[in-house]
């Protein structure tokens, strides 16, 4: 309910009024029927709740072998959910993830306003649970906002008194109709990650919560006599929207910016905060990917979206009721002290802008890593996503809703009659997606062997290993792993690269791992260490060579090094499957027995 009467002689009537009014604020949830069952009804009163820690998302690890698998680090929260409630949840935060791989970052946002229906969220957002959770998430701050307004309330009384005392001041008096116009707005803050090998971990984020002065709410309401504007000028409002603002910055935001970060109101905000941190490092990092190339700010959203495109609206038309019923057009009247008269006020529209996160993202060197590890990871789970993009290979990738356009030429342009038209198509195909392999690898064939360092040759040989069955569909040239088009390559990408690149002497377990026997396993783990631990393969090279030569101190340098290869190492380099004692019994399950 609003109430504009500006005639002291009403007085009476307006106190038995302001009571009916503020029992419409304080009704039981349960009472009312509900347009959008996850939120709280229009008019309801919403207070500030305990620091709360939901299911979420503390990291990555990607895998260069496979750009489309991942492992999500996710803690359970202060719920400790398991089985299927666990899997839920999990399942929302890498979608989460996902979309926000997908969508640019000038589309992540959301924005309700009575007076911006066409500036609520973009098009393809509003049809992502990302998107819908956004929205009602800026419906539950837009609520707590006005509620931490109610002058009955320790904060609330606090608020009108400085309020009161900034007119009083200013003007002399507090009879001046209150109508502030205001926008809240939630932003990224910061978000420090800490990287380790392939792993790269969420140490630190904060979101921020501004204010800014609505002028177009501001602009759409004078003269209004609804909200007690008919007799105010444009300048009076703006001077006294400007003093209720800062009001509002030294009172209330410190207590939404608390309860955005710790309360449980605002969990499913942080949940989406820390997935967009990662899509953001992911996308920043990784820019030549071929997941970042085929998916990153492409809006490609099938797969990740949402059955129930109507609830985007049906969180606006709750949102429009709730504007109309009094928690966002909130009237409060009181008696100025000086003139007696009575004093009509009113409240509030805001948004989530999760714009310019990537500039927040800074990478933190982490002095004790072991420590940040079994903090941050003490109650975690992995999950394994395989991002099942492809089928079927060596046949071109068939689903092009994950992954956008094929990048590549049509098979049949490629002749795989000879083992030279063979490895001439994947070198073309290799100089048009990564230019990187190609120049290099051009460069070390005109050099002389003693001017390509060793860091420059192991670099091209990393950028070489990571290449996949997976490159070679999207590309174009799966043909070259059919064993009866181009029988050659004995259908195996190893002996396509090895060949291709015969002059690197390329290692074959670091291009793909082999573990059926002992020996395969051992130099899987040796072809992770030279390509992840260049520096300890060195030194490992050196002694092996002259062990004679390798001093005590020297020796016991390599085998500290060694000893701090920990179990994450391996699951982060791929070499988990190694440890399954049941498949592979002759390390024991034991990481310290391969080593």
Do not use: C
């Not at 504009?4 to 009704?27: D, E, R």
């Not at 039981?28 to 069952?37: E, F, G, I, L």
């Not at 999990?90 to 946002?109: C, G, H, N, Q, R």
């Not at 490159?471 to 181009?486: E, K, M, N, V, Y």
């Amino acid at each position: 309910m609003n109430f504009a009467l500006n005639k002291p002689s009403f007085k009476k009537s307006i106190v038995s009024l302001i009571v009916a009014a503020f029992t419409v604020f304080i009704m039981d949830v349960s009472s009312q029927a509900q347009s959008v069952p996850s939120l709280p009804s229009p008019g309801t009163m919403l207070t500030p709740s305990a620091s709360y820690s939901p299911v979420i998302i503390k990291g990555i690890t990607i895998f260069p072998d496979n750009p489309f698998q991942f492992d999500f680090i996710i803690d359970d929260g202060d719920d400790h959910l398991q089985n299927g409630a666990f899997e839920k949840e999990a399942i929302k935060l890498v979608k989460y993830f996902m979309v926000s791989l997908t969508m640019p970052e000038d589309e992540m946002w959301v924005n309700l306003s009575p007076y911006e229906g066409d500036r609520m969220i973009p098009e393809k957002l509003g049809y992502t649970e990302i998107g819908q959770n956004l929205l009602e998430q800026d419906y539950l701050l837009k609520q707590l906002t006005a509620s931490m307004m109610y002058p009955e309330t320790e904060l609330g009384s606090q608020f009108w008194q400085t309020v009161y005392k900034k007119i009083e001041d200013k003007y002399g008096t507090t009879d001046i109709p209150m109508n502030t116009f205001n926008k809240v707005w939630i932003i990224p803050d910061k978000a420090d990650v800490y990287v380790e090998e392939n792993t790269v971990y969420v140490v630190n984020s904060h979101l921020k919560v501004l204010l800014e002065e609505d002028y177009l709410s501001l602009e759409s309401n004078i003269g209004n006599t609804k909200h007690g504007m008919s007799d105010s000028s444009k300048d009076e409002l703006k001077k006294v929207s400007e003093v209720s603002s800062e009001a509002i910055k030294d009172v209330l935001i410190p207590e939404v910016e608390k309860e955005v970060n710790t309360g449980k109101t605002f969990a499913n905000l942080r949940q989406i905060y820390n997935s967009l941190i990662l899509a953001a490092w992911y996308k920043k990092n990784l820019k030549d990917s071929l997941l970042s190339q085929a998916y990153s700010d492409k809006q490609k959203i099938k797969g990740v979206n949402t059955e129930n495109n109507d609830l985007t609206q049906q969180i606006y038309n709750q949102y429009l009721k709730a504007f109309e019923k009094g928690v966002y057009d909130y009237i409060r009247e009181d008696i100025d002290n000086v003139s007696q008269e009575v004093i009509p006020r009113k409240y509030f529209s805001g948004g989530i802008d999760n714009e310019g996160i990537t500039d927040k993202v800074d990478e933190v060197t982490i002095k004790d890593p072991l420590k940040i590890k079994t903090s941050e990871l003490l109650d975690t789970k992995t999950v394994r996503v395989i991002l099942k993009a492809f089928p079927q290979l060596p046949e071109p990738p068939s689903d092009n809703a994950m992954l956008g356009e094929q990048y590549s030429r049509n098979q049949s342009e490629f002749d795989w009659k000879s083992e030279k038209t063979g490895i001439k198509n994947i070198l073309e195909t290799i100089k048009l997606h990564n230019r990187y392999i190609y120049s290099e690898y051009q460069e070390y064939l005109r050099s002389d062997i003693n001017n390509f360092s060793e860091e420059r040759l192991l670099s091209l040989k990393n950028e070489i290993y990571s290449i996949t069955t997976m490159h070679f569909g999207i590309w174009g040239i799966g043909t070259a792993l059919d064993s009866r088009s181009a029988p050659y390559f004995h259908g195996n990408i190893i002996t396509a690269l090895t060949k291709t690149f015969a002059e690197l002497d390329l290692n074959p377990y670091a291009i793909k791992y082999q573990f059926i026997t002992e020996e395969d396993g051992i130099k899987s783990v040796k072809a992770a260490l030279e390509r992840f631990k260049p520096e300890i393969w060195k030194k490992y090279l050196a002694y092996k060579s002259a062990p004679e030569d390798f001093g005590k101190e020297a020796l016991q340098r390599l085998k500290d090094q060694i000893y701090d290869i920990q179990k994450a190492n391996f699951d982060i380099w791929g070499l988990s499957a190694v440890l399954k004692a049941s498949e592979y019994p002759y390390f024991n399950g034991s990481y310290i027995s391969a080593l």
